[in-house]
């Protein structure tokens, strides 16, 4: 920071009531700069809001600034203090003399990252007192409350957390240019040739068609009507992607952990879920013994589950961000994903407006924390009424926010399960030599071939998926 070579008016902290210091010099450098020099003007203009400022002369200072970038008028003191007349807040301490102060103190123009950087720390700056002020005092209140539930707490930390992450003052750089990026792609390029930018499915037959399958900072899709093996399908993906030292987390919505750590050990053990859970005193004593050494083997298995029900999305990117940090995950399934909450203030609108917000939460989610992000959604009724009952993209409901988000959409289509007559039946299994097929139809691949079919093998007694 440079020293400031003038006495700042004295209208800040009261103004404020706040126990927090505030940066002066930076934002008298700031509107120095930008009085003296016209690039700098455009810049603050264009990078901040008035109110980012915390001192109550420079907030309107920086309002005539930006009011007369807009009318394309030069940024004099003269000008500032006739525009100054038309601000609606409070005018204190902005004469002219205070301008020429300003003008006068800046003998050199900051290059463009230099001044970028002041304008973050601005910006840094009013989050730190507009948590202070919204969010700190209500918090402690409630602290100090006896009464005061936990979830209540949790519930301000996580609009705390919201509110930093939303705002783009966080972000070290907007624009790339191509010099820039083309030591990015080198770096890129080695790590395709390294094989490090393909994370695989777990499948070979499907990793065939798939240009990054499940790379991070992606969103994917798992789609069907119900009995099409969704959460079969996912969780025979964790479990393969677990013995690569691939880390997942599992929101299981709809399913107790222990429901899921059975279908886990069925599909492990080759033991029927059946035989598991009801015929225990069937189990030979081998079978015992497999039982306790898969279990102790699936223990070393980097796999999370969480099974709380309706999670917040809020709460959501509390676990998630905390899994990412502690535990390195780098794919999270949600099973199902309508099992999250609406959005409390999204409750009056549509259900496309929801989803639409959800979607790109979940977006942002992925982004931010460098994983990837698999969405199962259970599809509409149309598939129902088709000739064959094959799913379709447009089956997803509000299918538009779906495809703009999703980088790869599968959708799962079991023939047998609507096959209802016996000879029916018969006909199929012998067709397919006993084999319950499931077809995993590539409907979407943002970087990729799609319209793809890839059947796979369903053995419905051990919730086990394997190629054909």
């Keep these: 920071m440079t020293e400031s070579k003038f006495k700042i008016k004295e209208t800040s902290q009261s103004d404020l009531s706040l126990d927090l210091n505030i940066d002066t010099e930076n934002e008298q450098y700031l509107l120095a700069c930008a009085l003296k020099y016209s690039n700098c003007s455009i810049s603050l203009s264009e990078n901040t809001n008035y109110r980012d400022f ?144 393909f994370q695989s499915i777990g499948y070979r037959a499907i990793n065939n068609y798939l240009t990054e399958g499940l790379v991070t900072k992606q969103i994917s899709i798992v789609a069907g009507r119900p009995g099409m093996c969704k959460s079969a399908f996912v969780d025979n993906v964790i479990l393969r992607l677990s013995k690569t030292d691939t880390a997942c987390a599992l929101f299981s919505l709809e399913m107790r952990r222990i429901a899921t750590y059975d279908r886990f050990l069925s599909i492990e053990t080759e033991m029927p879920l059946k035989t598991l859970l009801r015929d225990r005193s069937t189990m030979t004593e081998s079978q015992k013994q497999l039982e306790k050494h898969i279990k102790f083997k699936m223990s070393k298995y980097p796999i999370y589950i969480y099974d709380k029900a309706s999670p917040t999305l809020e709460t959501v990117a509390r676990h998630l961000k905390n899994a990412k940090e502690r535990l390195g995950i780098k794919i999270a399934v949600f099973d199902l994903f309508n099992k999250i909450q609406k959005p409390e203030h999204l409750k009056n609108k549509s259900t496309a407006d929801q989803l639409s917000y959800m979607l790109d939460y979940m977006q942002a989610l992925a982004k931010n924390l460098d994983i990837h992000i698999c969405l199962v959604v259970q599809i509409g009724r149309k598939a129902e009424m088709r000739k064959g009952h094959l799913p379709a993209l447009s089956d997803l409901k509000d299918s538009g926010s779906f495809e703009e988000v999703s980088d790869l959409v599968l959708l799962l289509y079991r023939e047998s399960y609507y096959l209802n007559n016996e000879n029916d039946r018969n006909i199929y299994f012998s067709n397919t030599s006993g084999k319950d097929i499931l077809s995993v139809y590539i409907a979407k691949q943002r970087m990729g071939e799609a319209n793809i079919t890839i059947p796979l093998e369903f053995k419905s007694e051990l919730t086990k998926i394997v190629s054909c």
């Design 54 to 197: 915390l001192i109550t002369n420079h907030i309107a200072i920086a309002w005539c600034i930006k009011t007369a970038i807009e009318r394309q008028l030069d940024s004099t003191p003269e000008m500032l203090h006739i525009l100054v007349n038309e601000y609606e807040g409070n005018k204190t301490a902005t004469g002219i003399k205070y301008l020429y102060e300003l003008l006068n103190s800046q003998e050199i123009e900051p290059s463009t990252d230099n001044f970028i950087n002041h304008i973050n720390k601005l910006k840094k700056d009013k989050i730190k007192h507009t948590i202070y002020n919204n969010h700190i005092n209500s918090l402690i209140k409630d602290l100090k409350n006896p009464h005061t539930d936990i979830t209540n707490i949790v519930s301000k930390v996580d609009n705390i957390r919201t509110y930093i992450e939303s705002s783009d003052s966080i972000s070290d750089k907007t624009f790339y240019n191509l010099n820039d990026l083309k030591a990015e792609h080198d770096t890129e390029i080695a790590n395709r040739e390294s094989g490090g930018q």
